[in-house]
C-alpha cells in the first residue's frame, strides 16, 4: 500500500519549528527539516520551495499550535486577587512548559521584525495575542482596574520578558509572585472608588 503524503506538509511545518528552536534562524535550512523530520533528502523542497516559505510554515503550525492551547474559558467568577493571580500564572507556566515553541516564537519575532508581512501573525496585534489581551483585560475588569486593556496590554510586555529570563537565561523566577506583585502594583494605582 502506498505511504500517504498528506501529513508531510504537517511533519514540513514541524521540523521547522524544531530546527529554528534547537538550531536558531541559521540552522533553518530544507536539509535540516528534512533530517528533523524524518523525512527523504529533497522532501521539503516539494512542500516549501524558498527559505521564506519554510518560515510561513513554521509561523503556521506555531499559531495553530498557539491557538489549540488558548482557550476560551470563562473568568466571570474571578473577582479577587488571589483567583486573579492563580488563573494568569498558571496559564504563564503553561506557556513556560512549551519550550520549543516559546524558544521559536522569540526567534521568530527578532528575525521578523523588519518583514510587515509576516510580523504582523507574530507580533502583539496578530489574532491570537489580540484575544489573550481581551481576556486578561475582562479579568482585570472583574477586578476593578482601571484602563483594564492597557494594563492587560502591560501584562503581556511583562509575560514575554519573564518567558525570555526563564527559558533563554535560565533565571529560576516565582512567576506567582511577579504576577502578585504587579497586581498589587496596579491596584494601588487604582483610584479608591473603583476598589
Known amino acids: 500500500m502506498p505511504r500517504s503524503s498528506g501529513d508531510r506538509p504537517q511533519k514540513v ?3 521547522a519549528l524544531q530546527v529554528i528552536a534547537a538550531q536558531g534562524m541559521r540552522g533553518l535550512t ?50 479577587d486577587d488571589r483567583a486573579a493571580v492563580e488563573f494568569i500564572a498558571s496559564s504563564l507556566e503553561l506557556m513556560v512548559s512549551r519550550e520549543v515553541d516559546q524558544v521559536a516564537a522569540i526567534l521568530l519575532r527578532i528575525e ?4 510587515p508581512e509576516l510580523r504582523c501573525l507574530v ?17 482585570l475588569s472583574n ?13 503581556l510586555v511583562m509575560f514575554d520578558g519573564i ?7 535560565g533565571r529560576d523566577i516565582s512567576i506567582r509572585n511577579m504576577v502578585s506583585t504587579y497586581l498589587s502594583g496596579v491596584r494601588a494605582q487604582t483610584s479608591p472608588s473603583q476598589v
Open 112 to 115: 521578523l521584525r523588519n518583514d
Open 123 to 139: 507580533d502583539a496585534a496578530s489574532e491570537p495575542q489580540e484575544n489573550v489581551l481581551q481576556h486578561l483585560a475582562g479579568i
Open 13 to 15: 511545518a514541524e521540523g
Open 143 to 155: 477586578l476593578g482596574v482601571d484602563e483594564p486593556v492597557r494594563r492587560a496590554s502591560e501584562l
Open 163 to 169: 518567558l525570555l529570563a526563564k527559558i533563554a537565561a
Open 30 to 79: 530544507h536539509r535540516a527539516v528534512d533530517a528533523q523530520a524524518g523525512l527523504p533528502m529533497g522532501t521539503t523542497t516539494r512542500y516549501a520551495r524558498t527559505r521564506r516559505d519554510l518560515l510561513v510554515a513554521a509561523l503556521g503550525r506555531l499559531r495553530s499550535r498557539f491557538e489549540g492551547s488558548v482557550q476560551v474559558v470563562p473568568t466571570d467568577h474571578i473577582a
